[in-house]
């Protein structure tokens, strides 16, 4: 019986079936939380709305020809003047509020993803620059970190809009770019920290004194060899940094100091209908805030989900 058993485990091993590969593992891991299994679904909705949401919108509430003053503060279920439904009211100026949420979306999404995707790069290389060369160099970087987390991101923000003052007339792009260089010189420092506690743990093991004894260059043993063991709590922090660049960058737009009128964000509609909702036209912020909270606690659920399957010592 026992041969038996190996026999079909050796057949197992060389034809692949049966076998439980690390990706496998990680599905089967994660999928034991129904609640991050649907903050996973949300996170896919709202990808699908960003990528294809020209063609889900009902409407282009941002193109003149399409928006009339006529149709103004709209309720949830009214027939424009073009004959469409809004089936979530209109603002101020006429414009649907579900196609108005859904470029939303897209603007937030990207804002979010482009800022965090450069704040890692930079912060990583950072981090892992700081933990490789150690003494003053580790010391150096470590105290400019310490320094930029000690001030709450939304006051750094503030202070690098209001120096460089997105004006409303601002080309669309431009505004964006402004907003993620803010949102990168806020995020940056979580990244260089993150990897850099991870980078001196992995440093002093075998394998990185076999890869500095081969003569590699330095550059070839922080990002091919040092960097893919520190990629599991850099994961972690940047599904929740995510939905942290996105809440900020919400209420900066909300604050005035965002996106102009022209690439609206969903800080922006909040923002355009927070004087009417004390009259009873509630839609026009509310649907927009339901939206906003229903991406971040997606990336959220999904960030807590990670960190636990990825961190062995959470693991039962």
């Given at each position: 019986?026992?041969?038996?058993?190996?026999?079909?485990?050796?057949?197992?091993?060389?034809?692949g079936?049966?076998?439980?590969?690390?990706?496998?593992r990680?599905?089967?891991?994660?999928?034991e939380?129904?609640?991050?299994?649907l903050g996973?679904?949300?996170?896919?909705v709202?990808?699908?709305?960003?990528l294809?949401?020209?063609?889900?919108?009902?409407?282009d509430?941002?193109?003149?020809a399409?928006v009339?003053?006529?149709?103004?503060?709209?309720?949830p279920?009214?027939?424009?003047?073009?004959?469409?439904?809004?089936?979530?009211?209109t603002?101020g100026?006429?414009?649907?509020?579900?196609?108005a949420?859904?470029?939303?979306?897209?603007?937030?999404?990207?804002?979010?993803i482009?800022?965090?995707?450069?704040?890692?790069?930079?912060?990583?290389?950072?981090?892992l620059?700081?933990?490789y060369?150690?003494?003053?160099?580790?010391?150096?970087i470590?105290?400019?970190?310490?320094?930029?987390?000690?001030?709450p991101?939304?006051?750094?923000?503030?202070?690098?809009?209001?120096?460089?003052?997105?004006k409303p007339n601002d080309?669309?792009?431009y505004?964006?770019?402004?907003?993620?260089?803010?949102?990168?010189?806020?995020?940056w420092?979580?990244y260089?920290?993150t990897?850099?506690?991870s980078?001196?743990?992995?440093?002093r093991?075998?394998?990185?004194?076999?890869?500095?004894?081969?003569?590699?260059s330095?550059?070839?043993?922080?990002?091919r060899?040092?960097?893919?063991?520190?990629l599991a709590p850099?994961?972690v922090?940047?599904?929740?940094?995510t939905?942290?660049?996105?809440?900020?960058?919400?209420?900066?737009s909300?604050?005035?100091?965002?996106?102009?009128?022209?690439?609206?964000?969903?800080?922006?509609?909040?923002?355009?209908?927070?004087?009417?909702?004390?009259s009873?036209?509630?839609?026009?912020?509310?649907?927009?805030g339901?939206?906003?909270?229903?991406?971040?606690?997606?990336?959220?659920l999904v960030g807590?989900?990670?960190?636990?399957?990825?961190?062995?010592?959470?693991?039962k």
């Open positions: 019986m026992t041969a038996l058993n190996e026999e079909q485990s050796s057949l197992a091993v060389s034809t079936v049966g076998v439980e590969t690390p990706f496998k990680f599905l089967s891991d994660y999928k939380s129904s609640v991050a299994v996973a679904i949300g996170v896919g709202v990808m699908f709305i960003a294809f949401g020209p063609w889900l919108a009902p409407t509430p941002y193109d003149l399409q009339s003053v006529l149709d103004s503060r709209l309720t279920g009214e027939t424009m003047m073009s004959g469409a439904t809004a089936w979530l009211g603002d100026a006429g414009r649907d509020m579900l196609s949420m859904i470029y939303g979306m897209r603007i937030s999404l990207g804002v979010g482009g800022s965090g995707i450069i704040a890692l790069m930079f912060g990583c290389s950072i981090g620059i700081a933990a060369c150690g003494g003053r160099v580790d010391t150096l470590m105290r400019v970190v310490d320094i930029q987390l000690s001030f991101a939304i006051l750094v923000a503030l202070i690098l809009l209001a120096v460089w003052k997105v080309p669309g792009y505004a964006i770019f402004k907003i993620i260089v803010a949102l990168v010189v806020v995020q420092a979580y260089a920290r990897i850099r506690g980078a001196l743990v992995e440093r093991k075998e394998y990185v004194e076999a890869a500095s004894s081969l003569a590699l330095d550059q070839r043993v922080l990002f060899h040092l960097l893919p063991n520190c850099i994961i922090v940047g599904a929740i940094q939905a942290h660049a996105i809440s900020l960058e919400a209420t900066l909300f604050l005035g100091l965002g996106l102009p009128q022209t690439e609206p964000s969903l800080g922006k509609l909040i923002a355009n209908g927070f004087e009417y909702v004390m009873g036209k509630y839609w026009i912020s509310v649907f927009p339901i939206a906003l909270l229903f991406m971040i606690m997606s990336i959220n807590d989900r990670l960190r636990d399957v990825l961190n062995p010592r959470l693991q």
